[in-house]
């Protein structure tokens, strides 16, 4: 069994930037993709941004493009996620999650392992 620990969340301004990290302990999770979704209150999860297990390859839902980043250190079993010119309604709950395939997916049944998540508030 794998465990995801977030980190880094917080409140910002509008326009401001956060970094999330993900730790992952137990079971390595370097060869599998890793993805980060959030959740607002009275909305789904949704996929924000995914990396394949070597970190070659990327996903982004298209709110996100040009504006976050996704990066992994397979040497330390993390995962970042660096989000600039964050807006209102970029708040919700993050979530690091550790795929089922060595792939970067952007379906919640692509991955096996959650976080608890961390909370991420934009104010205007």
């Known amino acids: 069994q794998a465990q995801l620990v977030e980190s880094g969340g917080g409140l910002v301004q509008a326009g401001g930037s956060l970094r999330l990290s993900c730790a992952a302990s137990?079971?390595?999770?370097?060869?599998?993709?890793m993805g980060w979704f959030r959740q607002a209150p009275g909305k789904e999860r949704e996929f924000v941004a995914g990396i394949g297990w070597s970190g070659g390859s990327t996903k982004y839902a298209d709110f996100v493009k040009g504006r976050f980043t996704i990066l992994r250190d397979n040497y330390r079993n993390t995962v970042s996620l660096q989000m600039n010119s964050l807006k209102s309604e970029d708040t919700a709950a993050y979530y690091c999650?550790?795929?089922?395939?060595?792939?970067?997916?952007?379906?919640?049944?692509?991955?096996?392992?959650w976080g608890q998540g961390t909370q991420v508030t934009v104010s205007s």
């Open positions: 137990g079971r390595t999770l370097s060869f599998t993709g």
């Open positions: 999650a550790g795929g089922n395939t060595r792939y970067t997916g952007r379906g919640i049944s692509e991955y096996d392992y």
